[in-house]
């Protein structure tokens, strides 16, 4: 209970930056630039997100598959949809687990559903980091490029010496296990070329979302501030990305003539576009489960 009422306050950090973004900013301003939204632009935009989401349901769909369970896409679809959908209301995104639950009940060991969500968000974790590196090269040069690499060598050389810890090695080695028992390299290049191509749908459904709101920044660059903000959103420390995507932006679009009050349009529709169509997890889910 203590651990979920800490993740319960840890998602709070977000909506207050959120806040205090928006006490800070000029509200008339950020008002006047949605008012300005270019609607015929948007709705491609919101085509691509769609997109994504057919893409990563498919990524879950062959993962499952992998398991020995035979679902149709359309029950992939509705479960990771659903996912999605509990992910954004509960802290953490610990909602999306609940894939794993449903799995259960079909006949799959609880231990192998679990491993599937760590897998399918770990995939995304993956593409982003690189993505994240070359956008640093890109907003910062080649040094902070190089920075990027060595703190992701650390951070791959202290998650193994965690994992190396006498205690979760025993928890973690069976799990392990089990998943690579499943494992084959065409299921590999599947999930790594799914998760590439929803990533590259993100960034032009972000692009897309950044012309309707007349963002007039070289597309390089564009490309580069949206990776980083979405490696930033993937903290589970705001719903949806509120507020620390909002601030990601700001910060790195400022250089180039972005005012803030454009930043946090484009944060917006991007936090409302995802909002607005993980409800349709939520009529899945209210529907059947």
């Not at 896409?73 to 659903?82: A, D, R």
């Not at 897998?119 to 690189?130: E, F, M, S, Y």
């Not at 949206?226 to 932006?249: E, Q, Y």
């Amino acid at each position: 209970m203590n651990k979920q009422r800490s993740m319960q306050l840890l998602k709070l950090v977000g909506i207050l930056i959120f806040f205090w973004i928006v006490l800070n900013i000029d509200t008339a301003a950020l008002v006047a630039v949605l008012e300005q939204v270019e609607w015929i632009v948007l709705v491609p935009a919101i085509l691509c997100l769609l997109s994504i989401y057919i893409i990563k349901a498919y990524r879950w769909h062959i993962l499952v598959r992998a398991t020995g369970l035979h679902p149709t896409f359309q029950e992939s679809w509705h479960l990771y949809t659903i996912g999605i959908f509990l992910g954004n209301i509960t802290p953490g995104k610990v909602g999306e687990l609940a894939k794993a639950v449903y799995l259960h009940k079909k006949g799959l060991p609880m231990k192998i559903g679990v491993l599937l969500s760590i897998a399918d968000r770990a995939a995304d974790g993956i593409v982003i980091l690189a993505f994240s590196i070359a956008g640093l090269g890109i907003l910062g040069g080649i040094e902070w490029a190089l920075l990027g690499y060595a703190a992701l060598i650390l951070l791959a050389v202290v998650g193994v010496m965690v994992l190396l810890r006498k205690r979760l090695v025993r928890l973690a080695l069976p799990l392990v296990k089990l998943f690579l028992h499943r494992v084959h390299p065409h299921l590999i290049l599947n999930v790594f070329f799914t998760t590439l191509l929803g990533w590259l749908c993100y960034l032009l459904w972000a692009v897309l979302l950044s012309q309707s709101l007349s963002i007039t920044v070289e597309l390089p660059v564009l490309v580069a501030a949206f990776t980083l903000a979405g490696l930033v959103s993937m903290f589970p420390i705001a719903p949806n990305g509120l507020g620390t995507r909002d601030a990601a932006l700001i910060f790195l679009l400022a250089p180039y003539g972005v005012q803030p009050e454009q930043a946090v349009a484009q944060a917006f529709l991007m936090f409302t576009t995802t909002l607005l169509m993980s409800i349709l997890g939520g009529w899945y889910w209210f529907r059947n489960y």
